[in-house]
């Protein structure tokens, strides 16, 4: 089965880090970029960054750039996206998901709440 | 930075019928190179993640049935939902590619409801 899964929950306070995971299964996992994106309660999505899984090379949107660190590991077919320097306004569900470089995401994770809160 | 902007922000449609979510590109999302628009649509059941229904404009994803089209090009596109089901209560987002910087952008989400 095709698929993407996620860690856990999480709750954290302003300043910490959190770190979730992805696991995919059912395809070649280095043969597709893995995105991650977040979604603020009641909100749109917001693009994070993307990672080259056959080379590790990452990609970020500016807005996140020195925040986030994302990587992979091949063995285990799983992206990593790690983000520091929590504010509340960090809180939101956070996807992984399969897609081009150039184009749509034709595959999610199930999301990870992230909750910052003191 | 591109701006999607989509109308209305909610509709509620009977049973049946047809719904028509809009959304606007503040450029043009359309590469001259290939000859495609890199505009895709979404669909968000509460609690779920977004599944892929359309991409490059026009292009149904595999297993999304053809009461879901896709349509225009450059910066104005339509997503038409014909014959409502009660199944495609949901909140619709589109979203764009941009590859200087790489940016992928979505609209803000209309919300569609059963009249």
């Known amino acids: 089965q095709v698929q993407l899964v996620q860690s856990g929950a999480e709750v954290k306070k302003p300043g910490a880090s959190v770190k979730i995971s992805c696991k995919a299964s059912?395809?070649?996992?280095?043969?597709?970029?893995m995105h991650w994106l977040r979604q603020a309660p009641g909100q749109s999505f917001e693009w994070m960054a993307w990672?080259?899984?056959?080379?590790?090379?990452?990609t970020f949107s500016q807005k996140f750039q020195g925040r986030v660190t994302i990587t992979r590991d091949t063995s285990a077919s799983t992206a990593y996206m790690e983000l520091s320097s929590l504010r509340f306004e960090d809180t939101a569900a956070y996807y992984c998901?399969?897609?081009?470089?150039?184009?749509?995401?034709?595959?999610w994770g199930q999301g990870t709440l992230v909750t910052v809160s003191s | 930075d591109i701006v999607m902007t989509q109308s209305p922000d909610s509709l509620a449609v009977s049973l049946g019928e047809r719904a028509t979510i809009n959304c606007k590109s503040s450029?043009?999302?359309?590469?001259?190179?290939?000859?495609?628009?890199?505009l895709g649509w979404y669909q968000q059941k509460p609690g779920q993640p977004p599944k892929l229904l359309i991409s490059?404009?026009?292009t149904r994803e595999s297993g999304v049935p053809d009461r879901f089209t896709g349509s225009g090009s450059g910066t104005d596109f339509t997503l038409t939902i014909s014959n409502l089901q009660a199944e495609d209560v949901a909140v619709y987002y589109c979203?764009?590619?941009?590859?200087?910087?790489?940016?992928?952008?979505f609209g803000q989400g209309t919300k569609l409801e059963i009249k």
């Open positions: 059912g395809y070649i996992f280095i043969n597709y970029a």
């Open positions: 450029q043009s999302v359309l590469y001259s190179s290939n000859s495609k628009n890199y």
């Open positions: 998901a399969r897609g081009p470089v150039t184009g749509n995401f034709d595959l």
């Open positions: 979203q764009q590619y941009y590859n200087s910087p790489p940016m992928y952008t």
């Open positions: 490059w404009a026009s």
């Open positions: 990672i080259n899984p056959a080379n590790g090379a990452p």
